[in-house]
C-alpha cells in the first residue's frame, strides 16, 4: 500500500487508486471520496470527470452553492463500499452535518482518514469515532499544545451574557463564523439558552434549511423578512452572519468572531470550535492505536504534532507531504 500527498490523500494498492479530499481540480485519480461539504474540502465535486462518493448530507450542501453534481455515489454511516482490492468504510467525524471520517482497508493493513474532526458530543452532530488502525492520517488543524479551548458550558455562558449586555446597550450583538457549522452550533445555542430570537443571515439560512432537512431543529428569522426588520428596529435579537462579512460595521451593530482561532486573536472572539483541540487530538490518537501518524491539513502545526507524537507517544509520525509511505502489515 502506498500513501502520499496528492493535493490530496492519494491511496494506492496494486493498480487501485483513491484519492481523499482532492485540493486540486487537475486529478489522475478516478475515484475521489470526500469527507464534507466546506469549500477547501469539496472541491472534488467540480470535477466531472470523476467518480465521487460523500454522505448525502454533502452532496445536498454542495449543491445549493450552485454546483452540479455529476458521478456522484452516496456513502452511509458504517457501510461499506468497495473499489476493486480497498474497502471504505465511512464514520462521524464529529465536523459538521454529513462529515465522515474514512477507514481505508487494503490487504496490507487499515488507514484511518479523519479530514476535519471534532470528538466532542456537538448539538447537531455525533462526535467523532476512534478507529484501531494501522495508520492514522489526522487533521492538524490545531495541532499546538497552544490550542486547549475553555469548556463549551463556559464559551455558551460568555457568549449569551455578552449579547444580552450588548442589546441592553441599545445596538445588535453579531456572531461571524462560517456559514456551515458554527453558525447553526450558534443558533441551537441560543435557542437552548435563551429567549432571545436569533436573525439568520441568507447564507447562514440557506444551510440552515438542509440542517433542518435532516431533523436538527433551529429557530430563526431570515435577514431578509419584515420580521427581521423589526427585530433589528427594536434592538431586540442577536444576528448569526458569515465571518468575512463587512456589511454589520455600523455604530448599531457590534460583532464578534466564533472560531477556534478565537485563542489567538484580540478582537472579540468566542472560542467555539467545530474542529478538537489539541488534548483531544491527542486523545483520539492513543485510542485508535496507530503504528503509524501522518499529520496534515495543519502547515506549520504538521510538524509540531508529529514530534509531539513521537516524543509523548512513542509511535512514528510526520507530516504526510514529507515523504510517500510505503506500507504493508
Not at 33 to 55: C, E, G, L, P, W
Not at 164 to 188: C, M, T, W, Y
Not at 200 to 217: A, L, Q, T
Amino acid at each position: 500500500m502506498k500513501i502520499a500527498w496528492r493535493n490530496g490523500v492519494s491511496i494506492r494498492y496494486k493498480d487501485t487508486r483513491i484519492i481523499l479530499d482532492p485540493q486540486s481540480r487537475c486529478l489522475t485519480h478516478e475515484v475521489a471520496f470526500i469527507t464534507h461539504a466546506h469549500v477547501d474540502h469539496s472541491r472534488a465535486f467540480r470535477i466531472n470527470y470523476v467518480s465521487k462518493f460523500s454522505s448525502e448530507e454533502t452532496m445536498k450542501l454542495v449543491s445549493i452553492e450552485g454546483v452540479t453534481i455529476r458521478k456522484w455515489q452516496p456513502l452511509v454511516k458504517n457501510k461499506k463500499t468497495v473499489v476493486e482490492d480497498v474497502e471504505v468504510i465511512p464514520h462521524s467525524s464529529g465536523h459538521v452535518l454529513g462529515s465522515y471520517e474514512f477507514e481505508v482497508t487494503t490487504p496490507d493493513g487499515t488507514v484511518l482518514f479523519t479530514g476535519d474532526l471534532n470528538t466532542k458530543h456537538e448539538r447537531t452532530v455525533d462526535p467523532a469515532e476512534p478507529v484501531e488502525c494501522d495508520i492514522l492520517i489526522i487533521d492538524s488543524t490545531f495541532g499546538s499544545p497552544s490550542f486547549v479551548f475553555p469548556p463549551d458550558d463556559l464559551i455558551i455562558k460568555e457568549m449569551t451574557e455578552w449579547a444580552k449586555k450588548i442589546l441592553s446597550d441599545g445596538r445588535i450583538p453579531v456572531f461571524q463564523a462560517d456559514p456551515l457549522g458554527n453558525a447553526q452550533e450558534i443558533i441551537r445555542v441560543f435557542n437552548e439558552y435563551t429567549n432571545i430570537p436569533v436573525i439568520s443571515h441568507w447564507k447562514v439560512s440557506k444551510i440552515n434549511k438542509i440542517y433542518e432537512f435532516y431533523g436538527h431543529r433551529m429557530k430563526y428569522v431570515d435577514v431578509r423578512t419584515e420580521d427581521a426588520y423589526d427585530l433589528i428596529s427594536h434592538r431586540n435579537a442577536v444576528i448569526v452572519a458569515p465571518k468575512r462579512l463587512g456589511s454589520f460595521y455600523s455604530p448599531g451593530f457590534v460583532s464578534a468572531f466564533v472560531s477556534g482561532w478565537a485563542l489567538k486573536f484580540r478582537r472579540k472572539s468566542f472560542p467555539l470550535s467545530d474542529h478538537a483541540d489539541f488534548p483531544n487530538l491527542i486523545e483520539f490518537i492513543s485510542r485508535c492505536n496507530p503504528k503509524l501518524v501522518l499529520t496534515y491539513h495543519g502547515g506549520k502545526f504538521n510538524h509540531i504534532l508529529a514530534k509531539y507524537i513521537e516524543r509523548k507517544l512513542n509511535i512514528k509520525s510526520y507530516p504526510i507531504n514529507l515523504i510517500p509511505t510505503d506500507f504493508s502489515s
